[in-house]
């Protein structure tokens, strides 16, 4: 196991730090508030090392990262290594007041990221507030070393970051979306890698490009760090053959296009199989909400072939499918499966012992009298799991809470079936179904558990896709499928065999999905919509895995820095 040493610095002032560097790899991040300018317009964000989007991880599986973050902004941070296991240490994985306190301005923190299975592309954002619109970046997960990569070498990578850009302060737009109580202002642009691409003149100069020779196959690691948006995603004239996702590897799955989650990470092999020319890759939502806003841009980039473009002719945009072609999207997903190899074997828990069946709205509350709402009818809008709307703590983390038994702080049951029984996917509903139960209620699992859950989503609200992600744990997708999940005949389609390793999935819009796994990592983890609207209005819990009997399944004691509240 190697250890690797980061510095990441948060504000405007870049700091210097002197440290014993006891690694083979050394790497400073600083964050720090920069102005950039995107569809000619110029404002303040927050940065990685100067950078937007911030600036990759390089490691091997099975190395621990040291990550020393220091915040010089005048915002609260925390950060996420999103897809990592952190194996007992739920003290480093970031979501605010569910296992730590923020880092407050001029304040710093320690965090130990410990990878264990993972391989291939997973990836770090902020978690506090919508400061990860900005605050985000790549982990390049590589074999161990001495091993090989499960397909052909590819010559080179590429990260390909999608994002969405607004023109004002996104922390003015998380404000005025929480005082609203209706839904944000959408993003005036996508983004690949930084830029919305060569279809807005602004932004044309700056346009992301690929280049390549003919017959070099390239690896990119596609991450959907978007806020609130599931993405279509392309390249003209050109396949595309998945070979991971979250993590993990898959057999091989050459499509058109791909769809990509908020959360998600996918690994794709592109294989230039032209003498030139130059080609568009592309990026546009996927929204299936009836009535709800969504930033409905394309973003682009190029890939030009080293032998030049027709200068007489522009780059040819891929066949998108539309934006509401949830067959396109369900085919797609439905269609991943695991490595399952010697090399990268799975074992899929059978015989659960906790199950779990949750269901996935869109809710309201009723409007305070001295205010104005723009929820629905004048409502404020909120989101459940089991018509429990999570309230985060304010004064103590749940980790804490729990590690030191300090009560008050959390509720236990969370419900293992929704309280309310209806038709889930009906076109209507009752009204008196709406109202949610604000609530900081979690779930507690004993270790070694094997845990299946069936997360359903409903009409309430608003029907919609839903990326369920969760910390801690990768899962296995066993099921997915439309309309009401029937205990009696759907479980007959479970796929046991070669189920796609995941750590978010997306709930088909009046849908459901399955995932199993076991509950070895003992700790705090959240689990949460990754839209970052519905987590906000309360789509999220937690899950507490007790410890196990052995020293080496218990959580491990808490770092010195922690930060306090």
């Not at 404002?43 to 990759?56: A, D, E, Q, R």
């Amino acid at each position: 196991m190697k250890q690797i040493i980061f510095l990441l610095y948060i504000g405007l002032v870049l700091i210097q730090a002197s440290y014993q560097c006891y690694s083979l790899s050394h790497y400073t991040f600083v964050v720090k508030e920069a102005r950039y300018t995107r569809l000619c317009h110029t404002k303040s964000i927050l940065t990685v090392n100067g950078h937007f989007p911030g600036p990759p991880i390089y490691a091997h599986k099975g190395d621990t990262i040291i990550v020393k973050v220091i915040n010089n902004s005048k915002h609260n941070i925390t950060m996420h290594w999103h897809g990592v296991k952190q194996p007992r240490n739920p003290w480093s994985d970031g979501p605010e007041y569910i296992t730590q306190c923020p880092i407050q301005p001029g304040s710093m923190f320690r965090q130990s990221v410990i990878l264990s299975d993972e391989e291939g592309t997973v990836w770090w954002h902020a978690h506090s507030e919508w400061a990860r619109a900005t605050v985000h970046g790549p982990i390049i997960v590589y074999p161990k070393y001495g091993a090989s990569y499960p397909f052909p070498k590819p010559d080179f990578e590429v990260p390909i970051i999608l994002g969405e850009w607004w023109k004002s302060d996104v922390y003015e737009v998380y404000r005025e979306f929480i005082a609203s109580g209706g839904d944000p202002n959408v993003s005036d642009a996508l983004t690949i890698n930084g830029q919305p691409g060569a279809l807005f003149n602004c932004s044309k100069p700056g346009t992301f490009k690929i280049f390549v020779d003919q017959g070099q196959r390239v690896l990119l690691r596609i991450i959907n760090s978007a806020m609130n948006i599931i993405m279509f995603f392309a390249v003209s004239n050109h396949c595309l053959t998945v070979v991971g996702t979250d993590g993990s590897y898959t057999k091989p799955l050459t499509s058109d296009y791909i769809l990509i989650s908020p959360g998600q990470t996918m690994d794709a092999i592109l294989t230039a199989n032209h003498n030139s020319g130059c080609y568009y890759m592309a990026a546009r939502a996927y929204s299936t909400a009836s009535a709800v806003p969504f930033d409905n841009t394309t973003t682009t980039a190029i890939l030009q072939y080293n032998k030049g473009c027709n200068s007489h002719s522009s780059p040819k945009l891929p066949n998108l499918p539309y934006y509401n072609d949830t067959n396109a999207a369900y085919s797609f997903t439905s269609s991943l499966r695991s490595l399952a190899s010697k090399e990268h074997p799975i074992d899929v828990p059978r015989n659960p012992t906790q199950r779990i069946f949750s269901t996935l709205s869109i809710n309201t509350l009723p409007c305070p009298g001295n205010r104005a709402c723009e929820g629905v009818n004048g409502t404020i809008l909120r989101a459940s799991m089991n018509n429990m709307s999570f309230v985060l703590p304010s004064t103590i983390d749940v980790l804490e809470a729990y590690y030191y038994n300090i009560k008050g702080v959390y509720l236990e049951h969370f419900p293992k079936f929704p309280p309310l029984v209806f038709n889930y996917t009906a076109e209507y509903q009752n009204l008196l179904l709406l109202t949610p139960n604000l609530t900081t209620r979690v779930k507690v699992i004993p270790y070694g558990s094997i845990v299946e859950m069936i997360m359903q989503g409903t009409s309430l609200g608003a029907a919609i896709d839903h990326p369920m992600h969760l910390h801690g744990y990768s899962f296995y997708v066993i099921g997915s499928g439309f309309g009401n999940f029937d205990k009696h005949t759907d479980p007959d389609n479970y796929n046991l065999l070669d189920p796609p390793i995941q750590n978010t999935v997306v709930v088909p819009i009046n849908g459901w999905t399955t995932i199993r796994f076991v509950a070895n990592n003992p700790g705090v983890w959240y689990m949460h919509c990754h839209l970052d609207r519905h987590q906000t209005w309360g789509m999220m819990t937690a899950f507490i895995v007790l410890d196990g009997s052995d020293q080496e399944a218990q959580v491990l004691p808490p770092p010195p820095d922690m930060p306090p509240c």
